[in-house]
């Protein structure tokens, strides 16, 4: 022998030959050059198996029958080589044909169970999966620290939680990118939705549960979830806030959110184990061209592998067990939660909140106040910040336009407003008439539409507007787009008089007198 080895690492070589080990697979795993381990071999009997091919005594010495070796040196990724009968030659691997593949499945990093799957779907393979098992060669054998497993009632409990998703071609930059992988597992039959998503959000979040209870045909009453930001805005084991649209929506499925403790996985387990068990087997090193094809994929391993497998814990059948937890979960509502925007506002002086440039009115009492605005394509609701209590209810209108409630309306002038009637009737009688109208036709927004009528009597001069409110009088419409309108289109006359000093009375004084003398002529 070119070398002397200690009484541990002869042990070792002994071990690993009679396991069927190659020279070359040996040498790996110990560091001991091939020739040292042919001769430790050699000297105790062992057959040396060359690379790519079987000992020449075959099937090896079976370690716990000599009494030499102990296992326990072994490397826990070994794989024990099943024993042959005796009298029996052995047979090729029903792998064999589709070593390359195998191969290419191993580099990229997908597991037995994963390969197996494939061949069986894509290549007719007949064979077992011990038996692709075995030609991958590697059995990782685990310790797991004793966890407590958690039962639930059917129907009681979900559990939800983001994981990586598969690698899948961006349809902008043409470039492959991470997806997000969402998980709802039933706790008491351990039924999964699975997802792919591109992107997250607190709506994204909810559609998601959405589509999963949809699919599910029923939601649970409790989601357990991490303390995810799209889900939980402030973290407290005894009254966590939720995201308010969150917990609108689970409100509308009749479903209570419980977060878990930060940093405590373990309570959430079972979704756990569902996004590794989805990472490592259907998705592992797999890309998609289109999210839409990842997720048929997924969806398709759902039903042949996922649904149909015999549970490790529950040791029955996960479509079984679903069959008789579906019943428990609750009904759907007949219509699906209607999604909104949300933010604070400040109720303005004219009693009401701004929302994409209109206004809305709010109940009396509230100016100068906070609330919380809800709004989406149909409506705007307003809600009181303490209490989540709903204050009003708007129908969308468009841009610079206002939605008073009657009962938004005030009861009495405010002295402002008297005084401002005050100024538009010294304007001119038919000015001070339009204003009157105005404030009584348009409530809270009457002020800002008399400042208005006066801003114009200032720019086009008292007389000119005047005569304006007297033509809409007339014309049956008194408000302050019209005056503001006829004003801007009116062609004033090329000589016009001007009142130059302030003691003079207004030529409107006058009016009277001079249609009596001409009345007289």
């Known amino acids: 022998m070119s070398n002397v080895l200690d009484e541990t690492k002869q042990q070792q070589v002994i071990a690993l030959g009679r396991l069927g080990w190659s020279l070359r697979r040996i040498e790996a795993a110990t560091g001991v050059r091939r020739e040292t381990i042919s001769g430790y071999l050699k000297a105790a009997g062992v057959a040396v198996r060359r690379r790519g091919g079987r000992p020449a005594q075959w099937p090896p010495p079976n370690p716990a029958t000599t009494g030499e070796v102990s296992t326990d040196s072994v490397p826990p990724d070994a794989v024990v080589a099943a024993p042959v009968r005796p009298g029996r030659a052995p047979t090729a691997s029903a792998c064999e044909p589709y070593r390359e593949l195998i191969v290419e499945a191993v580099r990229r990093g997908r597991n037995a169970m994963a390969i197996w799957q494939d061949l069986v779907d894509q290549h007719g393979f007949d064979g077992r999966y011990a038996s692709v098992r075995r030609f991958v060669g590697r059995l990782r054998v685990t310790s797991p620290e004793p966890a407590g497993i958690i039962e639930t009632a059917p129907g009681e409990e979900g559990q939800v939680d983001y994981g990586e998703g598969p690698m899948v071609r961006d349809p902008v930059s043409g470039k492959y990118k991470r997806t997000r992988l969402f998980v709802l597992t039933l706790g008491c039959s351990r039924k999964s939705v699975r997802l792919l998503t591109w992107r997250s959000s607190s709506q994204r979040w909810a559609e998601l549960h959405e589509e999963a209870f949809r699919r599910l045909g029923g939601t649970p009453r409790v989601i357990v979830l991490d303390n995810l930001r799209e889900g939980v805005l402030t973290p407290d084991v005894y009254d966590a806030q939720l995201n308010p649209l969150y917990r609108d929506v689970l409100a509308h499925y009749g479903v209570v959110a419980l977060p878990c403790r930060v940093r405590d996985p373990d309570r959430k387990g079972k979704v756990e184990s569902g996004i590794g068990h989805t990472q490592r087997t259907p998705l592992k090193g797999l890309r998609f061209e289109t999210i839409e094809a990842a997720q048929v994929y997924l969806d398709q391993w759902e039903g042949r592998w996922a649904d149909t497998r015999i549970h490790g814990t529950t040791k029955r059948q996960v479509s079984a067990m679903f069959a008789e937890e579906q019943p428990h979960l609750q009904p759907l509502p007949l219509e699906p939660f209607r999604y909104y925007r949300h933010g604070t506002r400040v109720v303005h002086l004219d009693g009401c909140v701004e929302v994409d440039a209109a206004y809305y009115s709010v109940p009396p009492g509230w100016i100068g106040q ?39 309306r005030p009861t009495r002038t405010p002295t402002k407003t008297l005084a401002l009637l005050d100024v538009a009737r010294k304007a001119g009688p038919s000015i001070g008439a339009v204003c009157d109208h105005i404030h009584r036709t348009e409530g809270v927004l009457a002020p800002r539409r008399i400042l208005g009528v006066l801003a114009l009597a200032r720019k086009h001069g008292p007389a000119l507007a005047e005569d304006a409110a007297h033509f809409a009088l007339e014309a049956g419409a008194p408000s302050y787009r019209f005056l503001r309108r006829f004003l801007e289109r009116v062609k004033l006359p090329a000589t016009a008089l001007k009142q130059i000093d302030p003691l003079i009375r207004h030529l ?14």
Do not use: F, M, N
């Open 370 to 408: 906070q609330v919380v605005v809800q709004w989406d394509d149909l409506h705007v609701r307003v809600l009181d910040p303490k209490t989540s209590g709903l204050l009003r209810e708007h129908l969308r209108t468009r841009r610079g336009h206002h939605r008073v409630a009657d009962a938004d």
């Open 508 to 521: 409107t004084d006058y009016r009277a007198l001079i249609e009596q003398r001409a009345a007289a002529s």
